[in-house]
T-cell receptor
Framework: ETGVTQSPTHLIKTRGQQVTLRCSSQ?????VSWYQQALGQGPQFIFQ???????GRGNFPPRFSGLQFPNYSSELNVNALELDDSALYLC???????????FGPGTRLTVL | AQSVAQPEDQVNVAEGNPLTVKCTYS??????LFWYVQYPNRGLQFLLK??????LVKGSYGFEAEFNKSQTSFHLKKPSALVSDSALYFC?????????????FGTGTRLKVLA
C-alpha cells in the first residue's frame, strides 16, 4: 500500500508569483485535505476535496485554490504569493467520513 | 469559536518514567479526537483516535490516551518513555458537522525524553 506523497519537497518563490503543489493520496482514499503549518504552529485547515468537489474550506483567501483529479490526486494553487505564505503545506488523504487522515511529508514553501 | 489547547509548549521526562501530554478542547457536540506525532522535517504520523466507546484508547508505539467528556480533555500517555519518543506532538479535533471532516489542531507540545 502506497502512502501519501507530495511534490516538490522544497520550493522557493518570490512575492507575487504563483505556485502549484501536488499530492498523491493513499491507495483507495477518495478525500484529500490540505493544511498550512507555519513555523512553530499547528496545521491550519485550508480546504478539503471529496470525489473531485470542494467539500469545505477554512479561513483562507480565494487566491488559495485547489483541484482533485479522477484518480483522487490533488493540487493546491496559490496565486499572488505573500511573505506570510511561507510555511509547510501538508496534504492528507482519507476514506469517506470521519476516517483517519494520513499525512504526506509536506512541501516547504519559502516566499522571498 | 472552536479551539484546541495544548497548555505546555514543552514536556521533559526522564527515560523510563511515565509521560503525559495534555490536550483540552472547546468544540460542541461529540467530536472525534486524534493524536499525531511529527518528527523534524516530516509530516504528521497518526498515533491514535477516539470516536466512541471506552475512554482509554490504545495506539501505536505503546501510547494511549484518556478521554474525559466532563473536562473536555484527551491527554496522551505512555507508561515508560523512550528517548526515541522525543518529537512534536499534536492533538487534533474533528467537529461533528455534516460533510467536511476537517481537523482543528492544537499548537503542539515538544516532548523531550532525557537519557
Amino acid at each position: 500500500e502506497t502512502g501519501v506523497t507530495q511534490s516538490p519537497t522544497h520550493l522557493i518563490k518570490t512575492r507575487g508569483q504563483q505556485v502549484t503543489l501536488r499530492c498523491s493520496s493513499q491507495s483507495g482514499h477518495n478525500t484529500v485535505s490540505w493544511y498550512q503549518q507555519a513555523l512553530g504552529q499547528g496545521p491550519q485547515f485550508i480546504f478539503q476535496y471529496y470525489r473531485e468537489e470542494e467539500n469545505g474550506r477554512g479561513n483562507f483567501p480565494p487566491r488559495f485554490s485547489g483541484l482533485q483529479f479522477p484518480n483522487y490526486s490533488s493540487e493546491l494553487n496559490v496565486n499572488a504569493l505573500e511573505l506570510d505564505d511561507s510555511a509547510l503545506y501538508l496534504c492528507a488523504s482519507s476514506l469517506d467520513g470521519p476516517d483517519t487522515q494520513y499525512f504526506g511529508p509536506g512541501t516547504r514553501l519559502t516566499v522571498l | 469559536a472552536q479551539s484546541v489547547a495544548q497548555p505546555e509548549d514543552q514536556v521533559n521526562v526522564a527515560e523510563g518514567n511515565p509521560l503525559t501530554v495534555k490536550c483540552t478542547y472547546s468544540v460542541s457536540g461529540n467530536p472525534y479526537l486524534f493524536w499525531y506525532v511529527q518528527y523534524p522535517n516530516r509530516g504528521l504520523q497518526f498515533l491514535l483516535k477516539y470516536i466512541t466507546g471506552d475512554n482509554l484508547v490504545k495506539g501505536s508505539y505503546g501510547f494511549e490516551a484518556e478521554f474525559n467528556k466532563s473536562q473536555t480533555s484527551f491527554h496522551l500517555k505512555k507508561p515508560s518513555a523512550l528517548v526515541s519518543d522525543s518529537a512534536l506532538y499534536f492533538c487534533a479535533v474533528s467537529p461533528p458537522t455534516s460533510g467536511t471532516y476537517k481537523y482543528i489542531f492544537g499548537t503542539g507540545t515538544r516532548l523531550k525524553v532525557l537519557a
